[in-house]
C-alpha cells in the first residue's frame, strides 16, 4: 500500500496555551502539563506525554507503577533521582533520560534553586488522569497558588490510576 492511499492517522498539536494543566499538591508543588493522551487524540497505541515542573525544595514521592512504562527527559533545572528505595542515585540535569520498568522504585527531588522540569511518557497511558485527579485546574501565565495538600481520598486516587498500590508507606 503506498502512502497516498494508506489509512492516515490522527494528529494534535498542542502549545502551552492550549495544553490541560494542573497546578499540584504539595511535595512536588509545582505544575503539570499533559500534552498528549488518547483522551485528546485518537491513537493506534495508547500512551500519554507531558511535562512537569518541581518548585525548588520539593520533590515527587517516591513511587513505582506496577502496569507502566515511564520515560524521563530533563529539560531545566536541576536535581536528583533516587531510585530502588534509595540503593541507586543520579543527578538529574538537562539532557538527562531516566528509563523505569514496571515496578522500579524511583523519586525525583529538585535540589536546585529554581524550576526543574522534565518531559514524562507513560506507556499504557494513565498517568495524566492521576495528575488531574490530584491538582487544581490551572490556565498558563497564572500565577502559582499557596502550597496546598494531597485529596483526602489520594490512595483511592492511587489505585485507580497507574500506581496499583505500589507507593511506599513513607511516600504517602
Given at each position: 500500500?503506498?502512502?497516498?492511499?494508506?489509512p492516515?492517522?490522527?494528529?494534535?498539536?498542542?502549545?502551552?496555551?492550549?495544553?490541560?494543566?494542573?497546578?499540584?499538591?504539595v511535595?512536588?508543588?509545582?505544575?503539570?502539563?499533559?500534552?498528549?493522551?488518547?483522551?485528546?487524540v485518537?491513537?493506534?497505541?495508547?500512551?500519554?506525554?507531558?511535562?512537569?515542573?518541581?518548585?525548588?525544595?520539593?520533590f515527587?514521592?517516591?513511587?513505582?507503577?506496577g502496569?507502566?512504562?515511564?520515560?524521563?527527559?530533563?529539560l531545566?533545572?536541576?536535581?536528583?533521582?533516587?531510585?530502588?528505595?534509595?540503593?541507586?542515585?543520579?543527578?538529574?540535569?538537562?539532557?538527562t533520560?531516566?528509563?523505569?520498568?514496571?515496578?522500579?522504585?524511583?523519586?525525583?527531588?529538585?535540589?536546585?534553586?529554581?524550576?526543574?522540569t522534565?518531559?514524562?511518557?507513560?506507556?499504557p497511558?494513565?498517568?495524566?488522569?492521576?495528575?488531574?485527579?490530584?491538582?487544581?485546574?490551572?490556565?498558563?501565565?497564572?500565577?502559582?497558588?499557596?502550597?496546598?495538600?494531597?485529596p483526602?481520598?489520594?490512595?483511592?486516587?492511587?489505585?485507580?490510576?497507574?500506581?496499583?498500590?505500589?507507593?511506599?508507606?513513607?511516600?504517602?
Amino acid at each position: 500500500m503506498d502512502i497516498d492511499t494508506a489509512p492516515q492517522g490522527s494528529r494534535l498539536i498542542t502549545t502551552p496555551e492550549t495544553a490541560e494543566s494542573y497546578w499540584q499538591p504539595v511535595p512536588a508543588n509545582g505544575f503539570v502539563s499533559v500534552l498528549l493522551a488518547p483522551h485528546l487524540v485518537n491513537m493506534a497505541t495508547p500512551f500519554s506525554m507531558g511535562t512537569q515542573t518541581v518548585a525548588p525544595n520539593s520533590f515527587v514521592r517516591e513511587h513505582a507503577h506496577g502496569d507502566n512504562e515511564e520515560v524521563i527527559y530533563v529539560l531545566s533545572g536541576q536535581g536528583t533521582a533516587v531510585m530502588d528505595g534509595g540503593a541507586d542515585e543520579t543527578p538529574m540535569t538537562p539532557g538527562t533520560m531516566l528509563y523505569f520498568g514496571r515496578n522500579r522504585q524511583h523519586k525525583f527531588v529538585n535540589t536546585g534553586e529554581t524550576d526543574m522540569t522534565f518531559l514524562w511518557v507513560m506507556m499504557p497511558a494513565g498517568l495524566e488522569t492521576f495528575f488531574a485527579a490530584i491538582g487544581k485546574k490551572r490556565t498558563a501565565g497564572d500565577p502559582a497558588p499557596a502550597n496546598f495538600p494531597r485529596p483526602e481520598n489520594i490512595l483511592q486516587i492511587e489505585a485507580q490510576t497507574v500506581f496499583n498500590g505500589s507507593l511506599t508507606p513513607d511516600a504517602r
